[in-house]
Each structure stands twice: as C-alpha cells, then as structure tokens.
Nanobody, 125 residues
Framework: VQLVESGGGLVQPGGSLRLSCAAS????????MAWVRQAPGKGLEWVSE????????SYVDSVKGRFTISRDNAKNTLYLQMNSLRPEDTAVYYC???????????????????WGQGTQVTVSS
C-alpha cells in the first residue's frame, strides 16, 4: 500500500486549498476512504469520509459546509477541497482507507499500516 498526499501549504484565513491523495497497492475503488489530520501536540482527528463509489460523504462538524471530499476511482485519487480555511484547520493531513490496520476499534490509528508522509496545511495571516 502506498498513499501519497499533496497540495498543502501556507494560506491566509479565508483561503482555499485542494489536497490530493494518490493511492496504490490496493483495490482503491472497493474501499471507503478518509481524511484525518493531526495538529501540533494533539491526537489524530477524523475529518471526512467517502464511500467507495463516491455517493455518500460525511464530515466532522467543524468542517461541514467548508470542506468537500471527492474521489476519482479511474485515477486512484482522493481529494479534499478546503474553503474558508481557519487557523484551527492547521495540521498535517493524511488519507487512509477505512480498513485495518488503519481503522481499528472504530478509530483511525497511525500505529500500524503504511501511512503516507502527510501534507502540511498552515492557516495564518
């Protein structure tokens, strides 16, 4: 399994970014996928999920109406469009399939599995 996140950067409050996650080594189109993030000094936080064919999405309350998750199964790529960014969105963002060892006991864990390097999002003026 290989997950390669990209698209992060430094942006002012109110700005936008589009994150991408290139996946390989597994049947991407058969798995629900998620974005999670980790802010400095904090634990891993689930941000959003999308089912295998892209017809159902879910979001943490703090990003509802601002972030949009999508996927292109032909390109084995997951996306996260982030608008109206806030300083509290600052974190390293990771993508993961909703399957063990990434998803265990109803939570995403970075203890096991081949996680990507993540992409840093910094929202600051």
């Amino acid at each position: 399994v290989q997950l390669v996140e990209s698209g992060g950067g430094l942006v002012q409050p109110g700005g936008s970014l589009r994150l991408s996650c290139a996946a390989s080594g597994f049947s991407f189109n058969t798995f629900m996928m998620a974005w999670v993030r980790q802010a400095p000094g904090k634990g891993l936080e689930w941000v959003s999920e999308i089912n295998n064919d892209g017809t159902h999405t879910s979001y943490v309350d703090s990003v509802k109406g601002r972030f949009t998750i999508s996927r292109d199964n032909a390109k084995n790529t997951l996306y996260l469009q982030m608008n109206s960014l806030r300083p509290e969105d600052t974190a390293v963002y990771y993508c993961a399939p909703r399957v063990a060892p990434y998803f265990i006991n109803n939570e995403y864990r970075r203890d096991f599995g081949s996680w990507g390097q993540g992409t840093q999002v910094t929202v600051s003026s």
